[in-house]
């Protein structure tokens, strides 16, 4: 799929205040700093469709992006934003959970794990809980520019040894970079796939 064009719509702060529309959407999600606005713009070709930061925490809403005027790409708040207080976290957290929970348009949601460090907890505990729901997710690693190819592979071999601790299957995932721009065509083939199937499915 090419992008060919990308609008910034809404940003809301509560599920129901989103795009009433029925487009199809796809979320992203991750710990603040992953690497999400700026994988957002790398998808779309633009340089600040989502706002990309060095200072964490700056997504604060459910930002929506129509995409060749046919489906949603939607960038969540970062979960996890250590410099805010608790209460604001609790509230960003819920507020994340009650759109993932309610949204009837979300079909899959791509959750980013930044492949430089190791497995962390906050991470594995949102995998976990997207599971219980029986949320369908892909994980994007990210920053794979970052690594030198031995380091990288050796990072992914853990991440994925983790993963089997408590899935069998382990859950899908695509290793990606926004600036070497590695994995961003496996990223639009599967929503472009999905699109496909559930335009099928709904006529
Ligand atoms: P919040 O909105 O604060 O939750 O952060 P975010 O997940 O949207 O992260 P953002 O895209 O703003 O990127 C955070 C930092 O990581 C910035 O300094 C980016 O330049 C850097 N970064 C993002 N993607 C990559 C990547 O693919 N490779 C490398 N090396 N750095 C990246
Ligand atoms: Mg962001």
Known sequence: MVIQSAEFISSSTHPASCPGSRFFEYAFIGRSNVGKSRLINALCHRKNLAITSSTPGKTRFINHFLINKSWYLVDLPGYGYARTSKHNRKILSERIKQYLVQRRQLILTFVLIDIRIIPQVIDITFLKWMHTKNLPFIIVFTKADALKSKKLNSQIGNYQNTLAEIWEPIPQSI?????????????????????????????
């Open 175 to 203: 290793v990606s970079s926004s600036i070497s721009k590695v994995g961003l065509d496996d990223i639009l083939d599967v929503i472009s796939n999905l699109n496909h199937q559930f335009k099928c499915v709904n006529g």
